[in-house]
């Protein structure tokens, strides 16, 4: 991990033995602020030992079928026995300053191509919301993000039931716990909506255990 243990530099020196070093960053999708910054680190702890040769890396997954199939399993988990017509389905990513995205950042590319693919798949297990939207969460300072902002786009819904779904992150969080679980709950019950869902991230979930296992095997061979 980046910022609490076990640190790049602890896991590694774990494994510097090892033939070779298989690298799947958490991150679905690439950005110069997450994965590349993770390779950063990782590649320059690496060749503090020797060992930077050793390592394959992948740059993104948002396309795996796997993947997806446990984005679409949280979603059917969520919704329940429900009818989903009755719902708006939003796919809420972590924002980015508008900067970042307009100095070639792939990651809102990755993200949009991400929403397409799910809702592809959503539809074809017979999933039909009343709307898909995709907006994004977590900005801060004065700098514009990318847009639509997530407490906007609830303001702007005339359907007042709505799912959420983190679609940034594969392991839950602070800020899908807090931020998308309670913040943002809080801004729905404000707006007066009836139902208010947050699906789960992949965690654990058996699709996105087979996806990781299927990326391995992808860049092992």
């Given at each position: 991990m980046?910022?609490t243990p076990?640190f790049?530099?602890?896991?590694?020196?774990k494994?510097k033995?090892?033939d070779k070093?298989?690298?799947i960053?958490?991150?679905?999708?690439?950005s110069?602020?997450?994965t590349?910054?993770?390779?950063?680190?990782?590649?320059?702890?690496?060749?503090k030992?020797?060992?930077?040769?050793?390592?394959v890396?992948?740059d993104n997954?948002h396309?795996?079928?796997?993947?997806n199939e446990?984005?679409?399993?949280?979603i059917?988990?969520?919704?329940?026995d429900?009818?989903p017509e009755?719902y708006?389905?939003?796919?809420?990513?972590?924002?980015?300053?508008?900067k970042?995205?307009?100095?070639?950042?792939?990651y809102?590319?990755h993200i949009?191509?991400?929403?397409?693919?799910?809702?592809?798949?959503?539809?074809?297990?017979?999933?039909d919301?009343?709307?898909?939207?995709?907006?994004?969460?977590?900005?801060?300072g004065?700098?514009?993000w990318?847009?639509?902002?997530?407490?906007e786009?609830?303001?702007?819904?005339?359907?007042?039931?709505?799912?959420?779904y983190?679609?940034?992150?594969?392991?839950?969080?602070?800020?899908?716990?807090?931020e998308l679980d309670?913040?943002?709950?809080?801004?729905?019950?404000e707006?007066?909506?009836?139902?208010?869902?947050?699906?789960?991230?992949?965690?654990d979930?058996?699709?996105?255990?087979?996806?990781?296992d299927?990326i391995y095997?992808?860049?092992?061979?």
């Amino acid at each position: 991990m980046r910022y609490t243990p076990p640190f790049t530099k602890e896991a590694l020196e774990k494994i510097k033995d090892a033939d070779k070093i298989y690298a799947i960053p958490l991150y679905p999708h690439f950005s110069s602020t997450t994965t590349q910054s993770s390779f950063d680190a990782l590649f320059e702890e690496a060749e503090k030992l020797g060992i930077e040769d050793k390592i394959v890396t992948v740059d993104n997954y948002h396309l795996n079928p796997q993947y997806n199939e446990a984005i679409v399993n949280s979603i059917q988990e969520t919704l329940g026995d429900e009818n989903p017509e009755e719902y708006d389905l939003i796919f809420s990513a972590h924002g980015l300053p508008q900067k970042i995205i307009d100095q070639g950042d792939l990651y809102q590319k990755h993200i949009k191509e991400n929403v397409a693919y799910a809702s592809q798949l959503l539809k074809e297990q017979g999933i039909d919301f009343a709307n898909v939207h995709l907006a994004y969460q977590s900005r801060v300072g004065p700098l514009q993000w990318t847009k639509p902002y997530l407490d906007e786009k609830l303001k702007e819904l005339d359907n007042k039931k709505v799912i959420l779904y983190p679609i940034a992150f594969t392991v839950d969080n602070s800020e899908t716990e807090f931020e998308l679980d309670v913040e943002y709950r809080e801004v729905a019950e404000e707006l007066g909506y009836e139902s208010y869902k947050v699906a789960k991230a992949p965690n654990d979930n058996p699709e996105f255990i087979n996806a990781l296992d299927n990326i391995y095997r992808r860049i092992k061979y």
